[in-house]
């Protein structure tokens, strides 16, 4: 039996793999002997690899059909929770836009850029692998209170800013704040030493910012605030379903099915396997009287590459692993999962 090939070498670590529940396009999958074929997925568990400098990221789809595969689709990247990241500097919930996510070559760590407010963005964040998830967080926690009130206001003088976790000590944490059109809201001065300013920041997406820049770097504010459109974090709509299937052939079966926990998923029956079945689910099942296979016409969150990406079109299961409706002790229910 040969494993699914992804499309090329991943230059990822080993030891960090990125989970969650989100929808992603074009998962490109490839097996030997087999034509490339695409799949997309809505809100499922996935597990990611960032990599370091390849578009394309390793993706596993961890359920109800497990298998690899590749894609050049944004990644829903996110913060699981609120939580303070570049030593402490910086606070960041899940309300931010993380743009993309890479891994160090001569560190453990990840590094990300994240757009924090309406044409602002904040890189060079440095974070472990656990810190990051993809999919959507949770924001339950309070922003920390970091004396925002009272001094003088800044904004960048160019655009970019270089902000510092401490000054004078070695290997601090650094972060690039980028605003080519200005902040939303000024930077807050509250201390001064030896032409450093430390300030204070808070953006549209709850995201806090409080560090050293260094006072040239920074112009006086001007008085009253500046209308701007507010920041709002993309978010995807799942496809909805529109697809309807021809009637089934007088000896067919098309309807609910369960299958076996590790039941093999071919795209041919004599071709080689490109999933396995990881969980308990409903499936939409296609099978002839007498056959030896059937073959999944639609699994719950995954679409395929064809005019109607509902039904699925090389999926294939051995009938032994197949329990189709009314048979067995368990009913299964009598649904054809959005494409009867």
Do not use: K
């Not at 809505?42 to 690899?68: K, N």
């Not at 850029?113 to 904040?122: K, M, S, T, Y």
């Amino acid at each position: 039996m040969a494993c699914a090939l992804l499309l090329a070498a991943s230059p990822a670590r080993a030891d960090c793999e990125v989970q969650g529940v989100a929808s992603l396009d074009r998962l490109r999958v490839r097996v030997e002997g087999e034509a490339l074929r695409t799949f997309s997925v809505t809100e499922l568990p996935v597990a990611i690899r960032p990599g370091r400098g390849t578009r394309y990221r390793d993706v596993r789809v961890l359920a109800p059909v497990e298998f690899g595969a590749r894609t050049d689709a944004r990644i829903p990247w996110t913060v699981p929770r609120p939580r303070a990241y570049a030593g402490g500097m910086l606070w960041l919930t899940p309300g931010i836009e993380i743009e993309d996510v890479r891994e160090q070559v001569e560190r453990e760590d990840l590094v990300m850029r994240a757009q924090v407010d309406r044409g602002v963005w904040i890189d060079r964040i440095h974070a472990p692998c656990s810190a990051i998830a993809v999919g959507i967080g949770e924001g339950s926690e309070e922003a920390p209170l970091w004396g925002e009130a009272g001094g003088p206001r800044w904004l960048p003088a160019n655009g970019v800013l270089w902000v510092r976790s401490q000054i004078g000590a070695a290997g601090t944490a650094t972060v690039r704040v980028d605003a080519p059109d200005g902040l939303r809201s000024p930077l807050i001065e509250i201390e001064r030493r030896d032409g450093w300013v430390r300030v204070v920041g808070r953006f549209e997406s709850g995201a806090r910012l409080r560090g050293w820049v260094r006072q040239h770097h920074l112009r006086a504010a001007p008085e009253g605030d500046t209308a701007a459109p507010p920041y709002e974090r993309a978010i995807r709509t799942p496809p909805v379903g529109q697809c309807r299937r021809r009637p089934p052939a007088r000896d067919e079966y098309v309807g609910p099915a369960r299958l076996t926990v590790g039941a093999m998923v071919r795209f041919e029956v004599d071709g080689e396997t490109w999933g396995t079945i990881s969980e308990p689910a409903i499936f939409t099942i296609s099978w002839r009287q007498g056959a030896t296979w059937a073959r999944i016409v639609h699994a719950p969150g995954l679409r395929g590459d064809g005019q109607c990406p509902e039904v699925i079109s090389h999926a294939w299961v051995q009938r032994s692993q197949v329990t189709l409706s009314g048979e067995g002790s368990a009913s299964v229910p009598g649904s054809l999962l959005g494409i009867e």
